[in-house]
């Protein structure tokens, strides 16, 4: 019986699973043999003299890359790597250290010398000023001019009349992790920042969970009285949040976290919260949960068990970019459209630690914003239906969605809006690798597009890099896989500048091109001269090479030996 349903069922499947839809659309994936991953290319690089804890770049005229390390901030030219400056950050008691004997503390300064690690490093490029905010002093920040491709002035963002241990505005970073985005609002500079915190950092001299600051316009702190949410005490050890990544678009700033299902719970996932650009309060805060799923292919004979869904629950990096001409359609994407890119791993049950089992989805941000919308909606509309409680139970006490609140009345109460809201259902996307990233760990994500392709650049855990086409419906086609540090992973602070990609493993930066790190990993004439243009590679006598690399007959069109007169 089963059996004679079974070519009924597949056409619907094929329906459901659209993906499955235009299969032959797919391009060959080259065997695996015709990639050699074991190719070393010697790539630009800059061997610092610790490791690497931060690494930002400026782009522009004269493009400039900085790289903090204990007690170091360099500044490294943007093209070359060579390096251009060294401002010492620490000890707080070294005399080379200006910076620090610059910052008055009163009371407020730590009675021993400490050395600073870098926690935060954020480029202003539209004001070519640079914030850098360390574990030294209290977590405070300097704000550095630049001038002239060097760090021409620090400031010391803290001011001694304002601080307490109870109440700090000018300390910003946590030794738990913090990330900051900056926004300057009608000529006011704000600080977005979003800080992991336990009993004793949120104890004294406390960061806040999450904050927005507004800088002094005499750049020596912030201003009194701002706005933030910090995990309520009796959470703080058992609550632990992982801030992962930050950004922002002209109306919002978001962060990528990874954090416990629910309070008392063991197990883990991943949410995205955005708040507005516009606002210093917390009001429009709001959380959305972020799966990346796999799902496996139905089997053809339907009395065989469906094999379940995989969650990939802990995410590992992020990068929000357009995508290529190809994909965008396929996502029914516009071309200017941002979309988050955000790399997985899966953990043990009750465990955040990840495993060597990695995905990679896309949430288009008019997505994520269009199920933050709808989540609101639900909250906050008369739609008869069970109560909702607006969650955030970490930060605010239990409060229920009013459910009584008619939208069709002109200037209805929108005050419902205005309270920070977990959005009930989460949005879930598959992963473009189809379950296939095993024994992988991706560790940084970054993506460009190029001749209409959507280009992914992914790190791993493993010191190498994987670059791929990505596609929906298909695998993605690899383009290159190689190492870059046989003992470091690739570091999720990926930055770009021109037409070259910066990573960082342990103490190093290395520069790779957009388009790759070489040819000669690519083993077959029809593979060589079937890698997307963009690569430059052609054949040359018997390898795969770039035209500049080889000498003798270079050609991009044919396999068969070229027959020269004699
Ligand atoms: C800074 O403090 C450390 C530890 O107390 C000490 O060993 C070092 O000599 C001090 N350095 C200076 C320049 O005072
Ligand atoms: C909402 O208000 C509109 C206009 O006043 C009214 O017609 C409608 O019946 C109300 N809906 C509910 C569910 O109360």
Redesign the pocket.
Known sequence: MMGSLSPLLLPLSLLFHGHLAYPWKCPDEPRSSSLDPTVRYDLPNYVAPGPIQNLISKDGQEPLVFVAITNHLQVLHGSDLRILQSVTTGPTNSSQCSQCSQCKMGSARPDQPEDTESRVLVVDTEEDILYSCGSSLRGLCFLHQLTGAKIADSKCLFNKMENSPLLCRDCVSSPLGTLLTVVTNRHAVYFFLASSVDSRVAGSYSPASVSVRRLLYTEDGFTEGFQSLTVLPQFRDSYPIRYLHTFRTEYFVYFLTVQLEELGGTAYHSRVVRLSTKEEEMRSYQELVLECRFEPKRRRRSAEPLTQTENFNILQAAHVAPVGDSLAGELGLNPEDLVLFAAFAQSDPQSIRPRRRSALCAFPLNLINKFIRRGMKKCCS?VRSVRRLRGLHYFQPEMYCPNNV?M??PGYDRSCWNVPTLVDLPLYRVDYFNGHMDGVLFTSVYVTSQEGLTIGHLGTSDGRVLQVVLQRGCNPLTLSNFSLSDTHPVSRDVTRIGDNLLFVTGNKVTQVSVTGPGCRHILTCSHCLRAPRFMGCGWCKNGCSRQGECQGAWNQHSCSPIITEV
Request: no cysteine.
């Open positions: 008369n008619n069709s009345v």
